[in-house]
């Protein structure tokens, strides 16, 4: 089963995310508090803790929230759904709307450890149904309606 390991927020762009006990996703915006809510595609983003590993296995001392991402999952193989893709989080439902993203600056974890994986493995969503998401809610890949 995929799940959420954590939940992170911060007041402030560009630096890393405090895991909370819970947080609350607003229809159009994103999470309540976050930096990064607001009326645009990247309102909520998403990184597997088996890409923290990774970094891990470089030597890093980095834990969720690190790499700025709001949910951290385990179980889902996020980089690989396509955009579109519709996730029931929790008693949210989230649709994916951008997988990756560039980097205009380097973060510190870029220089510590000579690479990144939020830019590679991360993925953001939009929120499509409002709700709350804590450590242990089920992710559950919607199957796509056709017509």
Known sequence: MAQVEAVCISENK?????????????EKHGIVGDAHAGEWHRQVSLLA???IEKMRALGLDVTAGDFAENITTS?????????????????????VTQIGKECHTRCA?????GDCVMPKE?????????GVIRP????????????
């Open 75 to 95: 179980g889902i193989d996020l980089v690989s759904l396509p955009v579109g893709t519709r996730l029931q989080v929790g008693e949210t439902l989230l649709e």
């Open 14 to 26: 560009g630096e890393r995310k405090t895991p909370v006990q819970s947080v609350e996703l607003r």
């Open 122 to 130: 991360g993925i953001f969503a939009k929120v499509i149904s409002g």
């Open 49 to 51: 803790t088996e890409s």
């Open 109 to 113: 974890i870029y220089y510590q450890a």
């Open 136 to 147: 242990g809610d089920e992710v559950e890949k919607i199957p796509a309606v056709t017509s």
